[in-house]
Every structure is written in structure tokens, then in C-alpha cells.
């Protein structure tokens, strides 16, 4: 194909989407793919975005800026289309980003990385099999505090219902993901926040209880 100077758009002949822009300074004799057409930008024009241009009837229009990093463009239906494995995937990452970040026990952080949660398990079954009595523990702050197997196991125990309030928020978060929202992070702390809620109702109507039936018996 003969091209004259000026800049020259490739872009594929049954999308419409730029491939390649190219600037000639003198008339070039250039090979086409089959697959591809050639636009030439009239002065002062912009070259399109590859991302978020198409050539449609001859004229270069937007899509305008994805709703989110989990969003693909479908030309067919011309919508902005959830990538729902994608924000799935996403959302499997910040639950083991929250889940391994560190808990709160006695107002202390305690570190959840997977090395952590396995010693925390490794001494709680010597606790309970009898071998350990007491703990020189180091939190996340890098103080070592001394723990009695009680208090121990109160933290392993503080331990498991984080984890397990990680997967809960999950789950209830991949139920939204699914019916159409993105925003993760927005998601993840409305729905942490009422497990919250949710979990402290429940330990706060347990403690009564036990209290009712101490004071019965």
C-alpha cells in the first residue's frame, strides 16, 4: 500500500481497534496485513487510544475509562462487562492479605502469617496434651510477654475466629462480587464490620448465659 507523509493509523479491519500508529516523512510503499486497514489522521487530529478507541463507521470513538481493573470492554453487546473470576481472585487475595495481617487479643496485635498461625497451633496442642504449662510469647510489637496456658489458649482461640471471620466475610463479599458490584475494599469493610457486630452480639449473649446458669447453680 501507498502511503503519503503524515500519520498513519493500522488498526484491525474487523474490530476497529489500533494496532500500531506510524509517522512517514515521504511517500513509502508499506505491506498491510491482511488482517488490518490503515487510517490517516487528518491534521491537528489525536491519535486514538488503543485501549479505548474503536473506528466505527469511519469515526474514532471512546468507551471512556473502565468502572474498575476488573472490567473488560464487550464490543458486541457495547458495555463495560465484569470479569467476575477476576474480581473472585482479587477478593481471594485481600482475604489472606486481612487474614495473615495480624489479630487483636487482649488489646495486643498478634502476628497470623502462615509461620505464626502454625507455632500458635504447635504449642496449643502441647498445652492441651500436657507438655507445656506456661508461654514466653513475642507479639508484633517485639515485646516478649509471658503467657499461662490459659491465657495461651484464649489467644490460639482468638486466632481461629479471626480466620474463620475472614472466610465468612468472603464468602458474603463473593455473594455481592457476583451480583454485580466491584469496589473490594468497600465491600470487605461493610460486611467485616457487621460480622463484627454479628460475632460480639453472640459472645456477649453466651457470657450472660453462662453467668445465668452459674447463678443458678
Known amino acids: 500500500m501507498i502511503l503519503e507523509p503524515g500519520t498513519h493509523v493500522f488498526y484491525e479491519t ?3 481497534k489500533p494496532v500500531r ?3 512517514i516523512y515521504k511517500q513509502l510503499d508499506i505491506d498491510v496485513p491482511e488482517s488490518q486497514s490503515v487510517y490517516t489522521l ?3 487530529e489525536t491519535a486514538p487510544n488503543g485501549d479505548t478507541d474503536r473506528l466505527i463507521d469511519g469515526v474514532w470513538s471512546s468507551i471512556g475509562e473502565a468502572p474498575s481493573k476488573y472490567h473488560a470492554y464487550d464490543w458486541d453487546a457495547s458495555e463495560w462487562v465484569l470479569n467476575t473470576d477476576k474480581a473472585l481472585s482479587a477478593l481471594a487475595a485481600y ?5 495473615t495481617g495480624g489479630y487483636l487479643w487482649n488489646d495486643y496485635l498478634v502476628a497470623s502469617d502462615d509461620r505464626a498461625q502454625t507455632k500458635l497451633t504447635q ?3 502441647a498445652i492441651t496434651a500436657g507438655t507445656r504449662t506456661s508461654v514466653r510469647w513475642k507479639f508484633s510489637d517485639g515485646v516478649w510477654r509471658d503467657l499461662t496456658a ?3 489458649i484464649s489467644m490460639a482461640e482468638a486466632l481461629d475466629a479471626h480466620c474463620d471471620l475472614c472466610f465468612a466475610c468472603e464468602e458474603v463479599c463473593k455473594a455481592r462480587i457476583v451480583a454485580g458490584e466491584y469496589d473490594i475494599e468497600t465491600i470487605w469493610s461493610e460486611e467485616w464490620l457487621t460480622l463484627n457486630d454479628t460475632q460480639t452480639a453472640g459472645d456477649e449473649e453466651l457470657t450472660a448465659e453462662t453467668e445465668e446458669l452459674t447463678a443458678t447453680e
Open 14 to 16: 474487523d474490530t476497529g
Open 123 to 125: 504449642v496449643a496442642l
Open 95 to 99: 482475604r489472606w492479605q486481612v487474614e
Open 150 to 152: 490459659t491465657e495461651f
Open 42 to 44: 487528518t491534521k491537528g
Open 21 to 23: 500508529v506510524k509517522q
